[in-house]
Structure formats: structure tokens, C-alpha cells
């Protein structure tokens, strides 16, 4: 049997679609032009954003609930730097034993607004020694290695009616535009591969080898099966990895989640700023 066949399909529709009538009712005519998945660390983010709904996943038809520390479970509609924008305040995981479209179901959720950006954020680990701790990267690639019967997060992308021939590409643009406003704002905005892996293991130092070998810069959980779906619909992406730890294959050593918490939080100064001044411009050019 096939992973999605045609019952799984309407299903995940009819869930999308009541996903998306509460959402409009709880806030009639809200336009968002940008979607924001805030990861690991990030939520409080969302904090800046001038919030017309703050809604918990539990409320939302169909909604997954995030389990994983650091990850609040709100999708919240707004305005950032003058733009409205819809954002989900954490994530849902495949390891935490959702089944791909139940996870597939906010980000296309944020789609189905019909949004022309989609921002994404993690915590991640680095595998390339020239990143340190606490840095931001921007993902120009990735490299899907969420191996698992059912949950393939290319299954997803095509299963959800946009079968066909789409880009697999991070929008150049936008990370010319992100790394022009870093140097604005004075730091350097380095770009990298993301490894994405199931989870919710971290990796021993032969798999930080082998990553790095097959040409990976980071290594995390998430974000691959989000831009996938984007990518299908041809919504631009724009995603920023905070690199939580770099690990030296050479040297044993332990990450913990409250690590990744610590280096997350540490990141926001500079990445709030950075998207902020990002939609700024993004609304200037609009007008």
C-alpha cells in the first residue's frame, strides 16, 4: 500500500481546509505575506511581533501539539516591521511520532494563507569547523537523509496535490538580500549545507565525519520536509540555522538540549534584528 493513497489525501485536505476556516474566523480578512516556522530557541521571537491572534496548536482543528522543550506550540498572526505575517511558535517532529501529514499540516497550513515568503529557523550542529557556536548560517542546500518508510519529506511534498516538476532551490535572492543586511547590520552571514536527519539522536563523531565528507555543514531535525512542500508550491525560502555546537570528530564530547537552548538564545540578538530589517525592506519594495 501505498504511504498516501487517495483516502490519506482527502483526508489531509479536509484537515487543511478546517485548519484554515477556524484560522480566518478567528481573524477575518488578515493577508499574510510571510510565513515564520520558529525553531529550537527561537520562539520568543514571536514576542516582537504586534499580535492580532495568538492561537495554541490544541485549538486548531487537526493541528499537531509540539512536545520538545523550547518549542511553545502558538501559531500567531501579526505584524512584524509593518508586515503581517503568520507564525508557528515551534515545530512538530517526525521522531516525536507524528505520521507525515499530520506533520505536513502547519507549514502547509501558512501555504494555504497564501504567503509569498516562507521564513524558517533551527538549532542545529555544525560539522564544518569554520563555524562557531552561536553563529548564524543561511541554508543555501540541503540534503534530505530523513530515511524512513512513509515519511519521506519529498512522499510529502508531492503527495499534497502539487505533483510534478518543482525547484529544489533556496531563492538567491533572498540570501543576497539577508547576507547585505547582516553586513548593514555588522556581522557576516556565512552560507551552508543542512544535513536533515530523523532523530532524535545526536550524532556520534564518525556520523559528524561522514556528514561533513558527503558535504554537509550542519546537521539537525527539521526544516528539510518545510522547504520541500514550499519549494512545491513555489513559495520562496528563506532559512537561518544557529549553530549550536560544532563538534570535533576527533574529540568525544556531549550535547544536550539545553545547549542548544543556551546558543539559541544567544543567536536572536542578531537574527531578530536581521528579519526585521529584512521585512522592512521587503515592505518598501512593496508599495
Request: with cysteine; glycine share 10%.
Amino acid at each position: 500500500m501505498e504511504p498516501f493513497g487517495k483516502f490519506e489525501d482527502s483526508r489531509a485536505n479536509d484537515e487543511l481546509g478546517h485548519a484554515i476556516g477556524f484560522l480566518r474566523s478567528r481573524c477575518p480578512g488578515f493577508q499574510p505575506k510571510v510565513g515564520i516556522i520558529l525553531g529550537s530557541g527561537l520562539g520568543d521571537l514571536a514576542e516582537s511581533i504586534q499580535s492580532v491572534a495568538s492561537i495554541s496548536y490544541s485549538e486548531i482543528p487537526g493541528f499537531p501539539v509540539a512536545h520538545v522543550s523550547g518549542h511553545a506550540g502558538r501559531l500567531i498572526m501579526g505584524r512584524l516591521a509593518g508586515t503581517e505575517v503568520v507564525a508557528l511558535q515551534g515545530r512538530c517532529h517526525f521522531y516525536e511520532g507524528w505520521q507525515g501529514a499530520q506533520a505536513a499540516l502547519p507549514v502547509r497550513t501558512l501555504l494555504g494563507f497564501g504567503i509569498e515568503l516562507l521564513i524558517l529557523s533551527n538549532a542545529s550542529g555544525g560539522v564544518n569547523p569554520r563555524f562557531h557556536s552561536g553563529q548564524i548560517v543561511l541554508i543555501d542546500s540541503h540534503i534530505d537523509g530523513m530515511f524512513r518508510p512513509g515519511l519521506s519529506s519529498r512522499t510529502i511534498g508531492s503527495a499534497m496535490n502539487v505533483v510534478g516538476r518543482h525547484r529544489i532551490s533556496y531563492d538567491r535572492q533572498w540570501i543576497q538580500r539577508a547576507q547585505n543586511t547582516a553586513l548593514k547590520l555588522g556581522f557576516s552571514l556565512p552560507t551552508g549545507t543542512y544535513w536533515a536527519t530523523l532523530g532524535p539522536n545526536y550524532e556520534t563523531r564518525a556520523e559528524y565525519r561522514m556528514f561533513r565528507n558527503l558535504g554537509a555543514d550542519m546537521v539537525g531535525m527539521s526544516t528539510v520536509p518545510e522547504a520541500n512542500i514550499a519549494f512545491a508550491h513555489q513559495v520562496d525560502v528563506l532559512a537561518f540555522s544557529i549553530v549550536t555546537n560544532v563538534a570535533n570528530s576527533d574529540i568525544a564530547s556531549v550535547t544536550d538540549h539545553a545547549d542548544v537552548l543556551n546558543w539559541s538564545a544567544r543567536a536572536k540578538s542578531q537574527l531578530l534584528p536581521l528579519v526585521q530589517e529584512l521585512l522592512s525592506e521587503y515592505l518598501q519594495s512593496d508599495l
